[in-house]
């Protein structure tokens, strides 16, 4: 895919996009008979494809994905990666042997650092563990939002229904981070069972307007082409 994708809505839509009827990656639009399409959690890649897939596109997007250049990162190539795999394996093989050497002097404290890890990952009495549900405005379910303690090296995810469970101590801060949704934090209390409803990030919904650009010698071609015409 060569070149940059610019993408616009000029006249963005103001239906509900709550008030839609669910449907396959998006939503039906029954005032304007169309499928609604939710961008919200692709990739720059994904919605190039998506957009050099169909034409006359309508959708919900991240402020953030509009109004700038979306490039596909190159793919590195496959002999690059051959040939870094092969410089990496030969330098392993002299590292083996030594590895081998020292491994039967180590076992025995390797053994003893597994034991101390366990012990300080272990649960003190002092921790609750914070059951809940995130949803959306309207009630549903949002799977795969990321809980997290602040400043700790604890996240967890939402199940299909939403369900989610953490341990956690009385004071910290619990983050709930999900792609088009605004990031939440809540404080943990005493109380074990907690309903989350997260909030739309600044999205628009509308006709995408999709502007290809060439690149410089896409261009510098392009113009040369038109010399022969």
């Given at each position: 895919?060569?070149?940059?994708?610019?993408?616009?809505?000029?006249?963005?839509?103001?239906?509900?996009?709550?008030?839609?009827?669910?449907?396959?990656?998006?939503?039906?639009?029954?005032?304007?008979?169309?499928?609604?399409?939710?961008?919200?959690?692709?990739?720059?890649?994904?919605?190039?494809?998506?957009?050099?897939?169909?034409?006359?596109?309508?959708?919900?997007?991240?402020?953030?994905?509009?109004?700038?250049?979306?490039?596909?990162?190159?793919?590195?190539?496959?002999?690059?990666i051959a040939g870094i795999s092969g410089i990496l394996s030969f330098l392993s093989l002299g590292n083996q042997?030594?590895?081998?050497?020292?491994?039967?002097?180590?076992?025995?404290?390797?053994?003893?650092?597994?034991?101390?890890?366990?012990?300080?990952?272990?649960?003190?009495?002092?921790?609750?563990?914070?059951?809940?549900?995130?949803?959306?405005?309207?009630?549903?379910?949002?799977?795969?939002?990321?809980?997290?303690?602040?400043?700790?090296?604890?996240?967890?995810?939402?199940?299909?229904?939403?369900?989610?469970?953490?341990?956690?101590?009385?004071?910290?801060?619990?983050?709930?981070?999900?792609?088009?949704?605004?990031?939440?934090?809540?404080?943990?209390?005493?109380?074990?069972?907690?309903?989350i409803i997260l909030e739309d990030s600044e999205m628009y919904l509308g006709g995408a307007i999709i502007e290809?650009?060439?690149?410089?010698?896409?261009?510098?071609?392009?113009?040369?082409?038109?010399?022969?015409?």
């Amino acid at each position: 895919m060569s070149g940059k994708v610019n993408i616009s809505i000029p006249k963005p839509c103001h239906e509900n996009w709550y008030g839609m009827t669910v449907a396959e990656k998006g939503r039906f639009c029954n005032s304007c008979q169309k499928t609604v399409y939710d961008f919200t959690r692709l990739s720059d890649k994904q919605l190039i494809e998506k957009i050099n897939s169909e034409s006359n596109i309508c959708g919900r997007f991240l402020v953030s994905q509009l109004n700038k250049d979306l490039r596909v990162p190159k793919e590195k190539s496959s002999i690059w990666i051959a040939g870094i795999s092969g410089i990496l394996s030969f330098l392993s093989l002299g590292n083996q042997e030594a590895y081998a050497q020292e491994s039967v002097n180590t076992e025995q404290t390797e053994e003893k650092n597994n034991v101390e890890k366990i012990i300080d990952n272990s649960s003190s009495a002092s921790d609750i563990e914070v059951i809940g549900t995130v949803t959306e405005q309207n009630g549903l379910p949002l799977p795969g939002v990321f809980v997290s303690i602040s400043g700790k090296p604890i996240i967890v995810q939402t199940d299909l229904d939403g369900k989610f469970s953490i341990k956690a101590k009385k004071e910290d801060s619990l983050k709930f981070n999900y792609v088009g949704y605004k990031t939440k934090t809540i404080i943990v209390t005493s109380q074990k069972n907690v309903a989350i409803i997260l909030e739309d990030s600044e999205m628009y919904l509308g006709g995408a307007i999709i502007e290809k650009r060439r690149t410089f010698f896409g261009r510098v071609f392009h113009s040369i082409g038109n010399l022969f015409r």
